[in-house]
Each structure stands twice: as C-alpha cells, then as structure tokens.
C-alpha cells in the first residue's frame, strides 16, 4: 500500500546508512517526492487511492489482536476469481494500490486467477498481497504461478509481531516467525531489484503492549537478513481508536481482549526512536513516523488532528461477500450483488454518498485512511517532515 516502506536491496542499504550531509539531500528528497505524491492526489481526485480487497474470512490462526477475528471462519464464501473480474473491470482508475487481504489470502484456493484477474483490469496499479507467512510451499506456488504473467508492481506483505518469541505468542501458533522467514527469504529469491516490489517481500509490525520494546531490534534483524525495512502500524480497537462516528455506521465492536496500546509514558520514546531511525537510514519509516507523531498526538487529545480523506471517496473497502464500506472503521452501507457487482454503480450512488457525507466529522487512528489524510494535507504532512 502507499505506506509500504522503500523497498532496496542490501548495496543500496549501505549507501542508505547515511552521514549528516547527507541526511539533509535525503530529506529534500523526501519533501520533494511527498510534493509529487500531493500534486498527484489533489490534481486526480476522481480516482480511489486504495482499495481494501477482503478475499477470504478463512484463518489458520487466531492472534491476540485481530480486528477481523469475529469474522474469520465464519461460513462466508471467499470471493470468487470471476466476481473479481467483474468487480475490477467496473472501476476506472486506481492511483496507487490494491491490498488484498482477509483472514489469510494464501488460503483462497484460487489466489493466482483471482490476482491476474485484478491485475489485467485497466484500472490495476499496484497490488500487495498480505499474509501471515504461515503456507510457505503455497506462497512459493502462488507466486512463481504470478510471476509467470505480472507485468505490475506485485508484494507480498508478510506480519510480524516482534522478535521470535513474541511473535509466536501473538499469533498463538510456534514455529509462525520461522515460517515467515522461510515466506520471505522464498520470494525474496523471485524478485528482480532491478523491478523494486516485485516480490519484494514487505514485513509490517503491529505496535502494541507486549511488543514496542523489539521494533528497533527487528528492523535491526530485518535489515541484515534481508536488506529490508520493517512497516509499522499502530494497535487499533473500537473502544479507543476513533471518535464521533454517528450512532449505528462504527463496526461491530473488536477491541483486542490481552493486547493494548503501549503505555502513554513511553510514546514519546518510541516516536524518538523512530525518528533516530530515520535519520541513521535515510528516512525509510517517515510515513510511519510522522503518522504516529499524530496517532499519539489524537490519542492523548482525542481531538482530530487532520481531515480523513476516506468521506472524500477514495479509500473503499470491499469484503468477500460482496459488501462495502467507505472505510475499515464504518460498518458496509451495501453489497455490490445490488448493483450487479459494478462497483462504480454502487460508488457513485446516492446511498454511497450520503454514507460518506455522515461520515466527515470522525477522526481515528488508523494508517491505511491516516496516511492519504495527510497527503491531502501538504501544510501539516511538511510540517512533520521537517521536523523528523
Ligand atoms: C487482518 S490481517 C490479514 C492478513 C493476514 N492474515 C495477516 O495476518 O497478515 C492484516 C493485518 O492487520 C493487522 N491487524 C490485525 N489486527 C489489528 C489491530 N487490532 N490493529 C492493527 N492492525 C491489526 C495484522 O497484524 C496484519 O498485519
Ligand atoms: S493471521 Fe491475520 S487474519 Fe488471521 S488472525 Fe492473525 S491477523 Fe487476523
Ligand atoms: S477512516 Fe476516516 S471516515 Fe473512517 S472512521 Fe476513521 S476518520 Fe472516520
């Protein structure tokens, strides 16, 4: 997704360990891409940004902190390959990504087609596949089965919660870290650097309670083994994440029952050690520095911090059975079997609208709709950036 971090290769790493000098060319390059990255969202704003894709509520685990775990198992049919198609083919334009998601994705028995299906659609940009690492032998299937026709920027976005051991205790399932690394160094070898993110594994760390003390040492571990940055998001639930949405649009309530936020007296030092980051390796976690700069900031005021682009109509979520959601937060306000599955029908239609419209006071912490926000928001995004 557009928060992914850069992707590089190990040489291109030891050039990025970088000097004080050079910290400052980085940094203007950084501003100067984030303008590119804002002309292109004010001046097309017709196109999604992002589109959520759910394609199975199938699981093989059951962690601590899963906001879908409600859903998972629950009967609902993943989402054929054909309906894809049809879902896919109806949309004009999608500027930056397509996160395809679940429950677990390596599951969908029919992955590949489903994929090409989306990736041969006019409006394909980049696709990222996220998956818990677990079905090693079928992700290296899948992905030389990709491989084999993709001509677009293809990831796979693989979870870790921490080091080892706090890793499998999260996920509840021993031997999950190894599998993962197993995932990651299999599609590592398919990738070509010389095309970033194809194949390019992208490892993404949930920031919660049991965790915050290990982000530094595994990007620390990730870097070495794999020349690779660690994406970092912050632990969401209903009960502390988001404010004033109207009565009955916030999704069912899921609130992680063992795992919480890290405690208020140490944000400021994981905020630091973000921005140290940075600065030691050219700024490949600014989107997650700045974004949790706010994160933090809204969490101790409970005041919105910027406005949300997803009431602007550019961040859908489309779920496995067909329904869909202006966000991740609001509960679906339709299914696309209502509108022959032409997604554009539904998204343009009056129901879609007003949902959008009753959604513009809200604010929350989460990144998929925060980073956009802040894209839109050339004053307060530069802002932060400077001060990183
Ligand atoms: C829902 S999972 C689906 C894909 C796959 N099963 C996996 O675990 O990567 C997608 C991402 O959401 C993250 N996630 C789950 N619950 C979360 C929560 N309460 N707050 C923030 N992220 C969460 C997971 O850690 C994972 O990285
Ligand atoms: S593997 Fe992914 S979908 Fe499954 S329980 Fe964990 S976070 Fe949720
Ligand atoms: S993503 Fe935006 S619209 Fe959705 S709950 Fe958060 S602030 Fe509201």
Known sequence: MAI??????????????????????????VLSQELRMHRGAVSDREALEILILYVTNHCNMKCEHCFFADNLN????????????RIFDSIPRIREEIAITGGEPILHRKLPELVRNIHDAECSRDIQIN???????????????IKQWNRKRISFQISLDGLEETHDRIRGLEGSFQRAMETAENLKSLSHYSEPGFFTPVF???INSQN??????????????FGLFLAIELVRGTQFSVWNVPEGMLEDDFNPPSL???PESEWDSIYEDLRALNREWGYPFRHFATKMKYQFEMLRTQKRVVRCAAPSGVTPVVYA???????????????LNEFGDDFSALWNSDRARQNRAALTGCHCTHACFLVPSLRRDLGKNFKLLVDL
């Open 74 to 85: 629950d009967g609902t049919t993943d989402l054929p390959p054909e309906r894809a198609k």
């Open 4 to 29: 992914g971090p850069m992707i590089l290769n190990g040489s291109e790493f030891q050039s990025n360990a970088i000097s004080v000098r050079e910290s400052m060319t980085s940094k203007l390059q």
């Open 131 to 145: 998956t818990n690492g677990w079905y090693v032998d079928r992700t290296l299937e899948y992905a030389k089965d």
């Open 212 to 225: 915050y003390r290990e982000v530094r040492p595994l990007a620390e571990f990730l870097f070495r083994e």
């Open 260 to 262: 919480e936020l890290p």
């Open 204 to 206: 993404l760390m949930v």
């Open 321 to 335: 059975n067909g329904d869909v959601a202006t966000c991740e937060f609001a509960k679906p306000f339709a299914n």
